[in-house]
């Protein structure tokens, strides 16, 4: 268990960096990240290098037993490069552009910003990729922050085309086949023809474009970001053999499949925020963390754990005192094997003047420091217990980008919103003492028992092989309304829906319907003990086929009676196909039935504000329980065991004090 923290040396005079390091080593911090948005003081003129100060940061935090975490400093381009290529900036879909200021806001398609990148990296890794003191690198920062993964530039369209044409095998006519460009006359004669999808008449974010064409350029989108990164990662892999190269990603973020991208780096790390649930005595979001564990399905680190408030013209809440340590807690009990604070201080100038880190501006050590130091002891105490422990989940969460892109474009109904889908199922099962693994149809689906896919609105002839050989060999699928709608294209599928998802289905769909808009509808579902919950937005109104039979029906409007959800025996599994969205209680309800179903233990009457999860290695398993109140509260532990912080033998109701925790080893 590592703690660390983001560093900025360059903000701060150089005779205050022993202070510095001082202070973090007597709070347990083993691990800076430096370096990430500092080009301009490594390059201060075009060509003229300067790294000697960042070898003597790294070199005095190491005197400290600090190690480094090297980022590439890309994302924020220096001023003298802006005026040496003017048009470097992005451009809007509307035309206008994306002045120099901001961060990753270089064109990342831009000859000029590509060579000099390349040329910043490779530059940065020679003074100090071999450095004894530096073990890992992060490639840039955040990937697509602030809405920056997607350029409407002449420099992204020349390379959209090249993309296309690659794709398409250079045949235009394959392309105007497979986005039917007929449509109101839009075939193109020759691929120089095709623009990116800016705004049209009467039509803003790509509203009014093709979806097909949209479609591709999210993807090509995502692409040129895991491109971009893949060049920093062979260029550090030649010149800096032996240290760890990872990425900070945004937990559910929408622009770039964070899958792709994770596939290059050797482990995810990951920016965790978790302001939103202050003051709410809920656990903070679990899918975020899941998705993360999900991306290469082993354990992570978290790159940046929220401290201070944050904020930029304004900030958050201050988390409470015990907060800040809960957080880090939580982190580590659903995967993370380093938890590193942003920021060291908070700085004086800049944009993030109000992005407090564990010292305030004034550089004194308080009751944040102190906080930090307390987790600190706890990590190096219990290192040895903990280390090489994993999440072990029998349920995944099919995050498909395909989809959560054409669903943006068109997203059939208000509120029909696939990540926030993702959010409710990981929450449910969350509320149930079970963890969910965020993944992708590309990873290795057999180890769950059950299957969750939100949505499989837009699925490939392999996609649908790849879901119809898991059910058939024993697994359990819930597949969500506005399944196999489309095609690889974002075409409508000739089909009955569920379209290539029919025959494991067990159901085809006879009429579907959006009433999340008409007044004074609410509409219900009924289960087989006539138990009747609430249902939201929209309808899938099914035919059972075959073995399949009815789960749910409609308690209302003109289909009442018919069909909501039918489960159907496939193979060796199950397929249980959901025509609607649950409330939380309904939710709720599903999940533990479908826990029952494969076998997996749920917690029932786990306070709101309790998480509980579980990280296990051969010969042990140890249990986190969290809770997220400021007041004590009594749980029922699930098995006996001694408490790792107290030290304490537990068992049965124990109480955990407010924004506290067990890390019970069981027994046996």
């Known amino acids: 268990m590592i703690l660390g923290v983001a560093y900025y040396p360059e903000h701060w005079p150089e005779e205050r960096w022993e202070t510095d390091a001082r202070l973090m080593r007597e709070a347990g911090i083993t691990r800076v990240r430096i370096g990430e948005f500092a080009w301009h003081r490594m390059e201060p003129k075009d060509g003229a290098f300067q790294f000697d100060w960042l070898k003597r940061a790294v070199e005095l935090l190491g005197r400290h037993g600090i190690k480094t975490i090297l980022g590439t400093p890309t994302p924020t381009y220096p001023a003298w490069l802006h005026m040496k290529h003017p048009d470097i900036h992005q451009v809007n879909s509307n035309g206008t552009i994306r002045e120099f200021g901001m961060r990753q806001d270089a064109c990342k398609n831009h000859p000029g910003y590509r060579d000099y990148a390349r040329r910043i990296v490779t530059r940065l890794a020679d003074a100090l990729g071999k450095h004894p003191d530096v073990v890992a690198w992060q490639t840039d920062n955040e990937f697509g922050c602030h809405g920056t993964a997607r350029c409407w530039c002449s420099y992204c369209r ?71 990164q893949r060049e920093q990662i062979k260029i550090l892999r030649a010149k800096s053999p032996g240290r760890l190269i990872t990425h900070n990603l945004m937990g559910a973020h929408r622009t770039v499949n964070y899958f ?49 408030q944050g904020g930029w013209g304004s900030y958050n809440a201050t988390p409470q005192p015990g907060q800040m340590r809960l957080w880090a807690w939580q982190a580590v009990a659903r995967g993370a094997d380093m938890v590193s604070f942003f920021r060291w201080r908070s700085c004086r100038w800049g944009r993030e003047q109000y992005w407090h880190g564990l010292l305030y501006h004034h550089g004194q050590p308080q009751r944040r420091y102190q906080e930090a130091k307390a987790l600190g002891a706890e990590l190096a105490a219990l290192s040895k217990e903990l280390d090489g422990t994993t999440v072990e989940s029998q349920v995944g969460i099919l995050f498909d980008y395909d989809s959560i892109w054409a669903l943006e474009t068109q997203p059939c109904a208000q509120g029909f919103d696939y990540i926030a889908l993702c959010r409710e199922y990981a929450q449910a099962f969350a509320r149930l003492g079970v963890t969910a693994d965020g993944v992708s149809l590309d990873s290795d689906l057999s180890r769950y028992d059950l299957l969750i896919a939100p949505s499989m609105h837009l699925i490939t002839p392999e996609g649908a092989e790849r879901l119809k050989a898991y059910v058939h060999n024993g697994g359990t699928l819930l597949l969500g309304p506005r399944s196999g709608v489309k095609d690889t294209e974002d075409a409508v599928v000739d089909a009955l829906l569920p379209g290539l998802l029919r025959e494991p289905a067990g159901c085809h769909v006879e009429d579907y319907d959006n009433f999340g808009m008409v007044k004074n509808l609410t509409m219900h579902v009924r289960d087989e003990d006539d138990r009747v919950w609430p249902a939201r937005i929209m309808a899938d109104v099914l035919v059972p086929e075959g073995k399949a039979r009815t789960l749910l029906t409609y308690a209302g409007h003109y289909y009442a009676g018919k069909p909501a959800a039918v489960e159907n025996p496939y193979g060796n599994g199950v397929c249980i196909y959901l025509g609607t969205l649950l409330d939380e209680s309904g939710l709720r309800m599903l999940a533990e039935r479908l826990l029952r179903r494969v076998h997996v233990s749920a917690i029932s009457g786990l306070p709101e504000c309790v998480e509980v999860v579980c990280r296990v290695k051969p010969g042990g398993t140890y249990t986190f329980y969290l809770n997220h109140s400021a007041h004590p509260v009594a749980v029922d532990l699930v098995r006996p065991g001694v408490d790792l912080i107290s030290g304490k033998e537990t068992t049965g109701k124990t109480e955990i004090a407010g924004f506290n925790l067990l890390i019970v080893k069981e027994r046996g």
């Open 158 to 228: 020349k390379a959209f085309q090249e993309w296309l044409r690659k794709r398409f095998s250079n045949d235009i006519r394959a392309l105007n086949t497979a986005w039917g460009t007929f449509f109101w006359s839009q075939d193109y004669n020759s691929f120089d023809e095709i623009g990116v999808p800016r705004d049209t008449a009467g039509c803003a974010g790509n509203d009014g474009q093709n979806p097909a064409l949209v479609l591709d350029f999210y993807r090509f989108s995502s692409d040129v970001q895991v491109e971009f």
């Open 260 to 308: 792709h991208l994770a596939a290059d780096i050797d482990v995810v790390s990951w920016d965790n925020y978790p302001f939103s649930s202050n003051g709410t005595n809920l656990p903070p979001n679990s899918m975020h963390h899941d998705l993360m564990r999900g991306c290469k399905q082993k354990n992570v680190w978290v790159m940046e754990q929220g401290s201070g």
